[in-house]
């Protein structure tokens, strides 16, 4: 296997930390990136550690900051007058204020104190004269820098959607075959409610080739026999694991099973009545190459996360935990990369980290074929933050009707 050399193109997840290992900067959630070893001016020290690595090798180095921005300078540190600042910001200690030096390079400057109106300002880079810790992920090698670069590693999935009209019309003509054995993996914990409309609308819609299993994760509103009504196989978690330990568990189950797919979905969404045939579509698509989304996010709609948009189908870096498709050689990639790099990266979100094992793309499609509700969640307040872009009609039709159910309690008049 090649080792990387001075002059070689290389694809790479970075991270650097301070030493009680919070995260300062990094490439996972952004897609990684590609350079040229010994042209690398942006991450001073990440040539050194790159030299002599293996493709799919993992790195966690510790090195002084000096290196890359040099020892703090205490002569940096100065006091100015309030007045001398932006008279539209409220300042406070901790922030940083941006300024053009006389060379028309910026400047940032950290409040470091204030007191009446004096304000004291460091010049020094924030990771000045510290220790760090910068963990490597080398996906790949090469000679040839395009065989690297996003752009042109998906020709082929470029040159397909290329040639389809459109994504609707060419969903309505396609044949869903039910050769594919799909295992649909739910992660239960309380909101009984949304749990109940969620399993019985996942039961109702999905095909016969697919095996709904839920996985109880200590739930106060409700027990197994409760999930069981709606449920193929119910799962009882031996203790609280946290997302990170569930879908390694999820994960090496569904390599152990006889099924060819498996979706990763929530509890807390419901889903449009033509989902399994979408999944299928798109994984067909894909070349049974890549990993399948149908959420349409805003926050996984952002540009700088589309690599590539078409005929209402693209490529994107990042991609919602609560649709992802599967099959069993990407699990197997996932679990190796697991195995082999331990715990150093358990700090990093989990989506964020299986798409960096992963080191491809998710398809997904401009329609979004489920709705999350996900109040009182962890990251939601409220039904509006993580909602839907573009969703189906009938994920349109029925919203706020739930909306109304859950919260006031209405009769739903909806039938799953």
């Given at each position: 296997?090649?080792?990387?050399?001075?002059?070689?193109?290389?694809?790479?997840?970075?991270?650097?930390?301070?030493?009680?290992?919070?995260?300062?900067?990094?490439?996972?959630?952004?897609?990684?990136?590609?350079?040229?070893?010994?042209?690398?001016?942006?991450?001073?020290?990440?040539?050194?550690?790159?030299?002599?690595?293996?493709?799919?090798?993992?790195?966690?180095?510790?090195?002084?900051?000096?290196?890359?921005?040099?020892?703090?300078?205490?002569?940096?540190?100065?006091?100015?007058?309030?007045?001398?600042?932006?008279?539209?910001?409220?300042?406070?200690?901790?922030?940083?204020?941006?300024?053009?030096?006389?060379?028309?390079?910026?400047?940032?400057?950290?409040?470091?104190?204030?007191?009446?109106?004096?304000?004291?300002?460091?010049?020094?880079?924030?990771?000045?004269?510290?220790?760090?810790?910068?963990?490597?992920?080398?996906?790949?090698?090469?000679?040839?820098?395009?065989?690297?670069?996003?752009?042109?590693?998906?020709?082929?999935?470029?040159?397909?959607?290329?040639?389809?009209?459109?994504?609707?019309?060419?969903?309505?003509?396609?044949?869903?075959?039910?050769?594919?054995?799909?295992?649909?993996?739910?992660?239960?914990?309380?909101?009984?409610?949304?749990?109940?409309?969620?399993?019985?609308?996942?039961?109702?819609?999905?095909?016969?080739?697919?095996?709904?299993?839920?996985?109880?994760?200590?739930?106060?509103?409700?027990?197994?026999?409760?999930?069981?009504?709606?449920?193929?196989?119910?799962?009882?978690?031996?203790?609280?694991?946290?997302?990170?330990n569930l879908r390694i568990y999820q994960l090496k189950r569904f390599l152990e099973s006889d099924f060819d797919l498996l979706y990763f979905t929530d509890n807390d969404v419901l889903h449009d009545p033509e989902f399994i045939k979408v999944l299928n579509f798109l994984?067909?698509?894909?070349?049974?190459?890549?990993?399948?989304?149908?959420?349409?996010?805003?926050?996984?709609?952002?540009?700088?996360?589309?690599?590539?948009?078409?005929?209402?189908?693209?490529?994107?870096?990042?991609?919602?935990?609560?649709?992802?498709?599967?099959?069993?050689?990407?699990?197997?990639?996932?679990?190796?990369?697991?195995?082999?790099?331990?715990?150093?990266?358990?700090?990093?979100?989990?989506?964020?980290?299986?798409?960096?094992?992963?080191?491809?793309?998710?398809?997904?499609?401009?329609i979004s074929y489920l709705e999350h509700f996900g109040a009182e969640g962890i990251h939601n307040a409220d039904f509006e933050r993580d909602r839907a872009i573009n969703p189906t009609f009938y994920l349109k039709s029925i919203r706020q009707n739930i909306i109304n159910?859950?919260?006031?309690?209405?009769?739903?008049?909806?039938?799953?």
């Amino acid at each position: 296997m090649k080792k990387a050399k001075i002059g070689d193109y290389v694809r790479v997840h970075y991270l650097i930390r301070l030493e009680d290992r919070s995260i300062y900067s990094g490439t996972f959630g952004e897609g990684p990136v590609v350079f040229k070893i010994g042209e690398c001016k942006d991450m001073q020290g990440l040539d050194d550690i790159i030299v002599g690595m293996f493709p799919n090798e993992f790195k966690s180095v510790r090195f002084d900051a000096k290196n890359m921005v040099g020892d703090y300078d205490p002569r940096l540190v100065f006091v100015v007058r309030r007045e001398e600042l932006p008279k539209n910001v409220d300042i406070k200690i901790g922030m940083f204020l941006q300024r053009v030096k006389s060379d028309g390079s910026k400047e940032y400057l950290r409040i470091v104190n204030m007191h009446d109106d004096l304000v004291m300002l460091d010049a020094n880079h924030p990771l000045a004269g510290r220790n760090l810790i910068m963990d490597v992920l080398l996906l790949d090698i090469n000679d040839n820098i395009e065989d690297l670069l996003e752009n042109f590693r998906y020709e082929w999935f470029k040159e397909k959607v290329n040639n389809i009209e459109d994504f609707e019309e060419e969903l309505k003509r396609y044949e869903r075959r039910d050769d594919k054995k799909i295992l649909i993996c739910v992660s239960a914990f309380n909101r009984r409610k949304m749990t109940e409309l969620c399993l019985s609308q996942i039961q109702r819609y999905k095909a016969k080739n697919c095996f709904l299993q839920v996985y109880n994760d200590h739930s106060n509103e409700y027990n197994n026999d409760f999930l069981k009504n709606y449920a193929d196989e119910v799962i009882q978690l031996p203790l609280k694991m946290g997302i990170h330990n569930l879908r390694i568990y999820q994960l090496k189950r569904f390599l152990e099973s006889d099924f060819d797919l498996l979706y990763f979905t929530d509890n807390d969404v419901l889903h449009d009545p033509e989902f399994i045939k979408v999944l299928n579509f798109l994984y067909e698509l894909g070349n049974k190459e890549l990993p399948v989304c149908i959420y349409n996010s805003r926050f996984h709609a952002k540009p700088e996360n589309v690599i590539f948009f078409k005929n209402g189908v693209s490529l994107r870096k990042t991609a919602p935990g609560v649709s992802m498709l599967y099959d069993k050689n990407m699990a197997e990639r996932i679990i190796r990369y697991i195995d082999k790099i331990g715990s150093f990266l358990n700090d990093i979100s989990w989506d964020y980290r299986i798409i960096a094992y992963l080191d491809k793309p998710f398809i997904t499609t401009d329609i979004s074929y489920l709705e999350h509700f996900g109040a009182e969640g962890i990251h939601n307040a409220d039904f509006e933050r993580d909602r839907a872009i573009n969703p189906t009609f009938y994920l349109k039709s029925i919203r706020q009707n739930i909306i109304n159910f859950l919260v006031n309690g209405e009769y739903l008049d909806i039938k799953f």
